[in-house]
């Protein structure tokens, strides 16, 4: 019923930019929050950004400074800013979010990755 597809992942140098993208099947305006989170080779999938219904942002310490998360209710689309990259960024990013269903279930949704490499 939901569905989110990241894009704009590829290969870039370090200190470079890109803008990675979530579309969402639907309207995101009804979702508690969503955000952003990587997973390096061998590692755990971890937390990049947040952003709230809100407006609210949250990063991870490593990430801040130089990442911006940021939504377009009317695209229905969410994004994430990421500038000085280093190689250590390297990861396939995944787009998230979750909302409450009308049963006050929490409702968890993931897109299927977009990869990310950093090179020195």
């Known amino acids: 019923q939901v569905q989110l597809v990241e894009s704009g992942g590829g290969l870039v140098q370090a200190g470079g930019s890109l803008r990675l993208s979530c579309a969402a099947s639907?309207?995101?305006?009804?979702?508690?929050?969503m955000g952003w989170y990587r997973q390096a080779p061998g590692k755990q999938r971890d937390l990049v950004a947040t952003?709230?219904?809100?407006?609210?942002?949250n990063y991870a310490e490593s990430v801040k400074g130089r990442f911006t998360i940021s939504r377009d209710n009317a695209k229905n689309t969410l994004y994430l800013q990421m500038n000085s990259l280093k190689p250590e960024d390297t990861a396939v990013y995944y787009c998230?979010?979750?909302?409450?269903?009308?049963?006050?279930?929490?409702?968890?949704?993931w897109g299927q990755g977009t990869q990310v490499i950093v090179s020195s």
């Open positions: 639907g309207t995101i305006s009804g979702f508690l929050a």
């Open positions: 998230h979010a979750k909302r409450y269903s009308s049963s006050y279930h929490l409702m968890e949704y």
């Open positions: 952003i709230s219904s809100g407006g609210s942002t």
